[in-house]
């Protein structure tokens, strides 16, 4: 499979804590990019993180990219109640110009 | 600025019977897609539009499913005759262009009886 897998599955935290989700793809990227879902807002795009570039900030999420290991990570850092959602990451292959989707990351924060 | 418009929001239909899905992207994007979302499951790239023309259909299933955007705008996805199997959430997305960021509409909930 081509597709971004999200590591946790699911995980569950306590507010105020950080949440860091990891991704790994197989082959090269143009950019990845990170989204997440819940049933309030549908899904929505977090951050885009280009094959050049080593790390991203926007708020609260820090984005990083390690391209010989094909991975990145999704870290949200002061984690509220509202943060609960499931989180994709989607890389942009190159060889397919498309985005693939893995499964996600489904996560509880507890307030 | 409009988002992603999709209708219906829910539609429920028996096995064998066909259903239509409407889309209408951001203005002005040039690339929409068509996502099916399983329970459970990330979005699975069904179909990519390049304002008319089919970019890629790969995950398409052909013989009963099929899609068409009316001059670079609008989009329809069809099902004709449905499966049980294709009970699932349809994502609506449009994007400037291919490899930007997509903006995602509510989806459609489909239930197959």
């Known amino acids: 499979s081509q597709q971004g897998e999200e590591d946790p599955q699911a995980l569950s935290i306590q507010e105020g804590e950080n949440a860091t989700m990891n991704c790994s793809y197989k082959t090269s990227i143009n950019n990845l990019q990170w989204y997440r879902q819940n049933s309030g807002r549908g899904l929505v795009h977090l951050i885009l993180?280009?094959?050049?570039?080593r790390e991203k900030h926007s708020g609260r999420l820090r984005v990083t990219l390690d391209t010989s290991k094909k991975s990145s990570s999704l870290l949200i850092t002061a984690s509220r109640a509202a943060d609960t959602a499931s989180y994709f990451c989607?890389?942009?292959?190159?060889?397919?110009?498309?985005?693939?989707f893995g499964s996600g990351t489904r996560l509880l924060v507890r307030p | 600025e409009a988002g992603v418009a999709q209708s219906p929001r829910y539609k429920i239909i028996e096995k064998r019977q066909s259903v239509a899905f409407w889309c209408n992207p951001i203005s002005g994007h040039a690339t929409l897609y068509w996502y099916q979302q399983i329970l459970g499951q990330g979005p699975k790239l069904l179909i990519q539009f390049q304002n008319n023309g089919v970019v890629d259909d790969s995950q398409l299933p052909k013989d009963r499913f099929s899609a068409e955007r009316l001059k670079g705008v609008d989009s329809t996805l069809k099902i004709q005759p449905a499966k049980l199997e294709d009970s699932a959430v349809y994502l609506c997305a449009s994007s400037l262009v291919g490899y930007n960021e997509q903006f995602f509409g509510p989806g459609t909930r489909l239930t197959v009886l």
């Open positions: 989607a890389p942009w292959m190159d060889s397919s110009y498309k985005l693939i």
């Open positions: 993180i280009r094959s050049n570039e």
